[in-house]
């Protein structure tokens, strides 16, 4: 069965420091991959996805990036991190058009 | 493009009360149609979806939603509520053909109290 990792779980980072979240899949290959952003009160943003390595489309212009180095491993980074960048961060995968599934988020606090 | 309202952000209702989460859909071509939940600080969790066939689908817990296409709705049903369901729902679709990418609503808050 696919599983799908992401980690840390909790961070606190203060302004103007660098970011790496990880998420990596597990039993499955080539699938989609996606990075979305969780903010209080404004449902979830799609930031970036991935249809293979080193594709990466970016939907809304910001302060952070995102690489994928191999098959199933996703990375989310900053160089410098800002207060609005504060969030929960969710991982998901999918093939084809079905549904996604989601990792277990990791809760960012920028201060 | 496509865009999904969800109208209430939150929703109190008592246990054992029937309850519905509200979803309408604007999209410019067929769309799948998704519920995912979220309990506190957990990922999403796919509830049900809507592919084709028949507009009324089911989950194992007792929740339904039904496709309405004419007035672009989705709304998830459950006729009797109990404490655990308290969590996030949302709403969510993606194009039926071409690359896709799910675009979700803001969620609503289900709280149920005894």
């Known amino acids: 069965s696919q599983t799908i990792h992401q980690w840390p779980a909790t961070l606190v980072q203060p302004v103007g420091s660098p970011l790496s979240l990880e998420c990596t899949v597990e039993g499955t290959s080539n699938p989609n991959l996606y990075w979305y952003r969780q903010a209080a009160g404004r449902g979830l943003q799609l930031l970036f996805y991935s249809v293979g390595i080193g594709q990466i489309s970016s939907e809304v212009p910001q302060n952070l990036s995102a690489s994928r180095p191999q098959d199933r491993q996703f990375i989310l980074s900053s160089k410098k991190l800002l207060l609005s960048d504060s969030g929960f961060y969710l991982c998901?995968?999918?093939?084809?058009?079905?549904?996604?599934?989601f990792g277990q988020g990791t809760r960012l606090t920028v201060v | 493009a496509q865009s999904v309202t969800q109208l209430d952000s939150q929703v109190p209702v008592f246990e054992e009360a029937p309850v519905e989460l509200r979803c309408n859909y604007s999209s410019s071509v067929s769309v799948y149609l998704f519920w995912y939940v979220q309990y506190p600080n957990q990922g999403l969790q796919l509830l049900l979806k809507y592919l084709s066939g028949s507009t009324l689908v089911e989950s194992i817990n007792g929740f339904e939603a039904e496709f309405n296409k004419s007035q672009t709705s989705f709304h998830l049903r459950k006729p009797s509520v109990h404490i655990s369901d308290t969590a996030e729902y949302f709403c969510?679709?993606?194009?039926?053909?071409?690359?896709?990418?799910?675009?979700f609503g803001k969620g609503t808050m289900l709280l149920v109290s005894p």
């Open positions: 969510a679709v993606s194009p039926n053909s071409g690359y896709s990418t799910l675009t």
């Open positions: 998901a995968w999918n093939r084809g058009l079905t549904e996604a599934f």
